[in-house]
């Protein structure tokens, strides 16, 4: 059964978990939502995110919210020329396994059955939810319902979290978590690895990595072997914005499941300048060197930049070094960049960027911005140029954004989806390919 307005909860009766469905009226599920997080399945191929099957196994494209304020994950079925208007239906924790102010969001397979899973950070539950997602017995893909999640602990305040395949390629795929434990500053954040089983199980407890000051975001790359020769040795490692060291920090990994772990604010070692305050953080190869560089939204009322640390290559050669900060991409004055995702917004190749901004006054206000690729006028591919564009969000303070195919029936260009935590909504941009003209929002309730 879908249902539109549906919230599934999960409720023990006479000592047995069954779900219940509890019908929301469309004002009740917006002003209870508050949506901070997105996720496609699939994403677009231009994001390099890790590919996964849509969910409910039409082949097109869906889309993951995460609801911060409800405490609720709500699941979007593509239709093929966009998205409902309401949920296709929503998922919430059990008694044993609450959701609990969820923050962060990622897609993979956990239990290697081809059918896309969800995990989810639950900020003050100091856990990760993981939901397994069914499979069809007639279709053998995935039917749009998930088991109860399981609740996996890290430390506390965990935000960001990723996948990534750490002890190597044919390993189960395995979980990075950051810990933001700054209530004060002294106090270092960890990452949490919880290496999977291949079952949809994961090792307990979780190994934490010392991180530095203020973590909030995390990617996984191939970042090289040390602080100082960053030779790309083919095994993942992970980058975290550092808010409160204006920095990125990378831990490598070694492909056993265990990373390098960082030093305090004094110690440099491992952290590249990033500007003030960065939160968001992005890979991609933007000058299309064959290296992941990584880009970081500096989210500080008032600051306006973007920093791009480029990994720098020479073509053939399998091997590269991350650069400090090696680009600065300036936005409006008070545009406080919220969130952003690699995307190809024309369809060039190139790898472009959309960033929300959620500044409380100026032009860039409540914006969705285009930086799209120029290329690299620079000598040894160590430049990238951007032109901007900014478009209405469709909301208020937009603090998320992804990107997938969302009208494939339509067309193959990619689109965008930004979530609106001030007014709790989310908004559609539907791609023309041109990358020079703002398309009109369509906005759907979470």
């Known amino acids: 059964m879908v249902c539109a307005l549906c919230n599934i909860q999960y409720r023990r009766i006479n000592g047995v978990v069954i779900a219940v469905a509890l019908l929301l009226s469309a004002s009740a599920a917006r002003a209870a939502s508050r949506p901070v997080a997105l996720a496609a399945a699939p994403p677009a191929a231009s994001t390099g995110l890790p590919p996964v099957p849509d969910l409910n196994g039409d082949g097109i494209p869906d889309l993951v919210v995460v609801n911060s304020d409800s405490s609720r994950i709500s699941l979007f079925f593509g239709t093929g020329t966009g998205l409902p208007s309401t949920p296709s239906a929503t998922l919430t924790g059990t008694p044993t396994n609450p959701l609990s102010t969820p923050r962060g969001v990622a897609l993979g397979d956990f239990n290697g059955d081809g059918v896309t899973d969800i995990a989810v950070t639950n900020f003050r539950g100091a856990t990760v939810s993981v939901f397994l997602g069914h ?182 050669a399998s091997f590269g070094s991350l650069l400090g900060a090696s680009e600065e991409a300036n936005l409006q004055r008070g545009s406080h960049p919220a969130g952003m995702t690699p995307v190809d917004l024309n369809g060039d190749g190139k790898l472009d960027l959309a960033v929300t901004t959620a500044g409380r006054n100026g032009p860039n206000k409540n914006k969705l911005v285009y930086l799209v690729n120029q290329g690299h006028p620079g000598p040894m591919f160590s430049f990238v140029t951007f032109a901007q564009l900014s478009c209405p969000a469709g909301g208020t303070a937009p603090v998320a954004a992804v990107a997938a195919q969302l009208n494939p029936s339509v067309d193959s260009v990619d689109d965008l989806a930004v979530a609106n935590r001030g007014n709790n909504t989310v908004s559609l941009f539907l791609g023309d390919g041109s990358g020079t003209t703002c398309p009109t929002p369509i906005v759907i309730q979470p």
């Open 135 to 316: 499979k069809s017995m007639i279709t053998n893909l995935g039917d749009g319902t998930f088991a109860p999640p399981t609740n996996l602990p890290v430390i506390a305040r965990p935000l960001g979290v990723a996948v990534g395949r750490f002890r190597g390629p044919g390993q189960p795929l395995d979980l990075a978590v950051v810990n933001n434990l700054n209530g004060r500053r002294t106090r270092i954040g960890r990452v949490s690895i919880l290496l999977g089983n291949g079952d949809g199980t994961f090792e307990l407890p979780a190994s934490n990595v010392t991180v530095g000051l203020g973590p909030r975001n995390l990617v996984v790359g191939d970042f090289g072997t040390s602080a100082t020769d960053n030779t790309r040795d083919g095994k993942l490692d992970i980058a975290v914005s550092l808010f409160k060291e204006a920095s990125v920090g990378l831990l490598f990994g070694d492909g056993t499941g265990f990373f390098t772990p960082l030093g305090d604010l004094n110690d440099r070692t491992g952290k590249y300048f990033a500007s003030t305050g960065p939160d968001a953080i992005v890979l991609g190869d933007f000058n299309f060197d064959g290296c992941d560089d990584i880009f970081t939204a500096n989210s500080r009322l008032g600051e306006n930049n973007l920093i791009l640390n480029l990994g720098f290559c020479n073509p053939p």
